[in-house]
C-alpha cells in the first residue's frame, strides 16, 4: 500500500523537518485473507523533503492540481501508475514485493502536465512488519530551488561528487576577491550545506581539480586574488562516506605557481597537471611542463614529467581508461605554425613501468584548435565538449561548436552536434538523468574579459536538442554543477548553492 496525506502543508517550512516524518505515507505488498480482506503484509514509509521557502515560482505546490504516483520496476520501467485529486489520500494496494523499486510522486497542473516532481533511491519492498524508510525530494521541474544551510559566497570553487553522493565544495573568491580556504559539504540526503574544515595549505580558487581514487581529490593551483595572482597551493581531501571528511596537513606544493593549468587523474592515487602560465599577464606566456602528483593515502610527492609537444594553458584534459591522460587545445602563444594562438593537437601521456611517458608520434588531432572550451565526461571515454575560443593573434572568436568526443585509445573521434543556442567559452555543466546536460553560463567575452552570462539550457545527448531554462538567480562564469543520485543536481554559481530538478 501507498499512502500520503499532504499534512506537510499545514506546517510552518521552518518546522518541516521535524515534523514531515509524522506525516509520511508508505509503500508494500498486501494480500487477501480467505475472507476476501485486504491485510497488509509489508510497509515502506515515504518521507517528503521540500526546499526551504521560496518565491512562487519555486513554491513545488504551486498550479498543482492533481498528484500522480508511478513505482518504477528495476528496469525503469512503471510496474504500478496511479492518479490521485490534490487532497488525496493517496493508496495503492496489491504492490508485489520486489527488489530495486522506484517510487515518482509528481505534482501535475489542470493541463495534466507535471510541474514538480521527485524520486526515492531504489529499494527494496519486502514483507514484514518493520516498515522500509526511504526519502524523496520534491521541488519544482526545471528550477533552481534553495538549498538548506547558509553556504559562503565563492566564484571560482572546486566541487566534487563523492561515492555517497555528498558534494565538496572548496575554495574560490569571495565578495571582497580574495581566495576561500574554507570548504562545505552539501549533504543532498537533507539538503543542506554543512562546514567541512579549511584547506591546509591555504585558499585557492579556479584552481584545477582532480580525483585520487577512493573518495579522495586533488585541488592546486589558480589564483589566490581577483587580480589573478598564481598560486602554487595544493590541497588534498578524503571523504568519509555519510559524513565530513578531512585535509591533510603537509601536502607538498606544485613545484610552480600557475594558473590556467589542467588535470587529468592517471590512474588510481596519481594526478597529472600540466600548462597553464606563471605570470598574471592575460595571455601567458604558456607552459609545456607536466607534473605528476602521486598519493599515498598519507603522503603526497611530485615529480616532473615529460614536456608536452607545445605550451598549453586553458587546455582540455580528458582521464582515460588505462591509466591514459590526454590535454588537446588550449592557447598556445604561436607555436604551431602560422599565426595561430590556439591549439588543435593533444599529447597523450600513460602510466608505464613506475612513470609517466609522453606517447611517441605526437597526440590526437580535435579538428579545429581551440581554448577554454566547456566539457563533462557522459561516460567512459566520452565526453560532450562546447563553446570555447579560437583564432590567431589578430582576432580571437567565441565559438558555438558542439561535439561529443569518443577516446578510442589511439584517437578522438568527434561527432559534431548541434551549435549551442550562445557563444561562450568556459561554460558549466551538470550530468542528469535519461541523457540530460545542464548547461549553464560562460563569459560572452574574449579571454581574457570575463563577462559572465546568465544562461541555461538542457541538452539532450540522445535527441541533439537544446531546451532554454528560465536561468537561476545570477550569473557564472566560475560554476560547477555535480550530479547527485537522485537525478537532481547541485549548482554553483557566483554568490549561490542551488538544487536543479531536471524536466
Known amino acids: 500500500m501507498t499512502e500520503m496525506r499532504p499534512c506537510y502543508r499545514l506546517v510552518s517550512l521552518a518546522a518541516l523537518l521535524a515534523v514531515l516524518p509524522a506525516c509520511s505515507g508508505g509503500s508494500g505488498?498486501?494480500?487477501?485473507?480467505?475472507d476476501g480482506q485486504y491485510i497488509e503484509t509489508g510497509r515502506v514509509e515515504i518521507t517528503l523533503l521540500l526546499p526551504p521557502a521560496a518565491p512562487a515560482a519555486q513554491d513545488p505546490f504551486a498550479g498543482v492540481t492533481a498528484f500522480h504516483i508511478a513505482i518504477l520496476g528495476s528496469t525503469g520501467t512503471p510496474i504500478v501508475e496511479a492518479d490521485f485529486d490534490a487532497d488525496g489520500p493517496f493508496e495503492i494496494q496489491s504492490l508485489e514485493p520486489g527488489a530495486g523499486r522506484v517510487v515518482v510522486f509528481e505534482g501535475r497542473n489542470a493541463a495534466g502536465t507535471p510541474v514538480s516532481r521527485g524520486r526515492t533511491l531504489p529499494i527494496d519492498i519486502v514483507e514484514g512488519s518493520t516498515p522500509v524508510q526511504a526519502q524523496l525530494y520534491f521541488s519544482k521541474v526545471g528550477a533552481f530551488s534553495t538549498v538548506y544551510g547558509t553556504p559562503a559566497t565563492?566564484?571560482?570553487?572546486?566541487?566534487?561528487?563523492?561515492?555517497?553522493?555528498?558534494?565538496?565544495?572548496?575554495g574560490g573568491l569571495?565578495?571582497?576577491?580574495?581566495?576561500l580556504a574554507s570548504a562545505e559539504i552539501f549533504d543532498w540526503v537533507n539538503d543542506t550545506v554543512v562546514t567541512a574544515g579549511t584547506m591546509s595549505s591555504g585558499g585557492t580558487a579556479f584552481s584545477a581539480a582532480a580525483s585520487l581514487g577512493a573518495d579522495t581529490l586533488l585541488i592546486t593551483g589558480g589564483v589566490t586574488d581577483l587580480a589573478g595572482t598564481p598560486t602554487d597551493r595544493a590541497n588534498v581531501y578524503t571523504h568519509v562516506p555519510d559524513g565530513v571528511g578531512t585535509w591533510a596537513s603537509g601536502v607538498p606544493a606544485l613545484p610552480a605557481v600557475r594558473r590556467e593549468l589542467a588535470a587529468a587523474e592517471l590512474g588510481t592515487g596519481r594526478v597529472l597537471v600540466a600548462g597553464g602560465t606563471t605570470t598574471t599577464a592575460t595571455l601567458g606566456p604558456a607552459l609545456d611542463t607536466t607534473f605528476l602528483f602521486s598519493w599515498t593515502g598519507a603522503v603526497g610527492a611530485w615529480a616532473a614529467g615529460p614536456a608536452m609537444n607545445e605550451p598549453r594553458m586553458g587546455a582540455i584534459a580528458l582521464p582515460a581508461s588505462g591509466d591514459v591522460a590526454v590535454f588537446v587545445g588550449g592557447f598556445n602563444n604561436n607555436v604551431s605554425g602560422g599565426n595561430d594562438d590556439f591549439s588543435d593537437d593533444g599529447d597523450v601521456f600513460n602510466w608505464n613501468g613506475g612513470s609517466v611517458v609522453l606517447a611517441p608520434g605526437g597526440g590526437p588531432q580535435i579538428g579545429s584548435s581551440r581554448g577554454w572550451s566547456g566539457v563533462l565526461e557522459i561516460a567512459a571515454n566520452q565526453w560532450l565538449v562546447w563553446g570555447g575560443e579560437e583564432g590567431d593573434n589578430n582576432s580571437h572568436n567565441l565559438l558555438d561548436i558542439v561535439e561529443l568526443w569518443t577516446w578510442t585509445g589511439s584517437a578522438i573521434t568527434a561527432d559534431v552536434r548541434q551549435d549551442l543556442p550562445d557563444v561562450q567559452r568556459g561554460g558549466t555543466a551538470g550530468l542528469l538523468t535519461g541523457g540530460q546536460i545542464l548547461l549553464l553560463g560562460g563569459s560572452t567575452g574574449q579571454y581574457p574579459a570575463n563577462s559572465a552570462a546568465n544562461t541555461a539550457s538542457i541538452y539532450d545527448v540522445g535527441l541533439d536538442s537544446f531546451t532554454d531554462l528560465t536561468p537561476p538567480p545570477g550569473a557564472t562564469l566560475g560554476g560547477t554543477a555535480a550530479p547527485l543520485p537522485d537525478g537532481t543536481s547541485l549548482v554553483v554559481i557566483d554568490g549561490a548553492v542551488l538544487r536543479f530538478n531536471p524536466l
Open 29 to 34: 505488498g498486501g494480500d487477501d485473507d480467505d
Open 154 to 170: 565563492r566564484t571560482g570553487a572546486s566541487t566534487f561528487t563523492f561515492s555517497d553522493g555528498r558534494v565538496l565544495i572548496a
Open 174 to 179: 569571495d565578495g571582497g576577491g580574495t581566495a
